[in-house]
């Protein structure tokens, strides 16, 4: 039998585990949140977005969405209202994802990822997904000083079972978008393997008319639109 003296001083560091795990386990998840979210907008980063797609298995649809030459308006307002945007326009990605049963991500600067299960979402259903989430993205947000500033996006659709490979289509389907080779956010293989297999400038391109972007004289969308407002 154990002596008194050695039954408690057994207890005094068991009671000193469950002391340290009660401090150490919050800490370990606030810094697992830390490392898994990105600590300006708060959306997943691409390592939350990577195991939330491997524990899936199933097949998604993966949105890859740019700003448009963010840096001009960051150049020209300053990097505390670019901040402010940008946090906007990734609550406004994550609000729509969440009712679509998918994940708003950023992987870094102004490039975000949205995952979509495939499985209740068909090729005309992420259509209209990429038009929406582009649309609301590009609605006015108030920085202050009476001024109203918009954004817009590029965005492409790609569709895989792993990260790495839904990543890869869709950047390659954004670019035709990026470069407004195309009016609407192309589905790889379903729309961009015709576009590059046309020779370069061949690419036939429409005026949009719609009140998501505003172009420039050389047919370019306007990085933002800026807006003074009455109060």
């Not at 960051?74 to 670019?82: C, E, L, R």
Request: charged share 25%; proline share 5%; with cysteine.
């Amino acid at each position: 039998m154990f002596a008194a003296p050695a039954i408690a001083a057994l207890i005094g560091t068991l009671l000193g585990f469950t002391v340290a795990a009660a401090i150490l386990v919050p800490k370990l998840r606030v810094a697992r949140s830390a490392a898994e979210h990105d600590p300006l907008t708060g959306l997943p980063n691409r390592v939350l977005a990577a195991k939330t797609v491997a524990g899936q298995g199933a097949r998604f649809w993966m949105c890859m969405l740019d700003l448009d030459d963010f840096g001009l308006l960051n150049k020209k307002h300053g990097h505390d209202v670019g901040d402010y945007v940008l946090i906007t326009a990734a609550n406004r990605m994550r609000a729509y994802c969440e009712e679509s049963g998918g994940l708003a991500c950023r992987l870094g600067g102004d490039e975000f990822a949205l995952l979509v299960p495939k499985d209740s979402h068909d090729d005309g259903d992420i259509r209209a997904f990429a038009k929406e989430v582009l649309h609301t993205i590009a609605e006015p947000v108030d920085v202050g000083e009476r001024t109203l500033l918009s954004v817009t996006g590029s965005l492409g659709i790609g569709t895989a079972r792993t990260w790495r490979e839904g990543l890869g289509r869709a950047e390659v389907a954004m670019w035709p978008h990026k470069r407004r080779e195309i009016d609407e956010p192309a589905i790889y293989a379903l729309d961009v393997h015709g576009l590059v297999a046309r020779a370069p400038g061949r690419t036939a391109v429409r005026r949009r008319d719609t009140n998501m972007k505003t172009t420039t004289g050389r047919g370019k969308p306007a990085p933002f639109q800026q807006t003074e407002i009455e109060r």
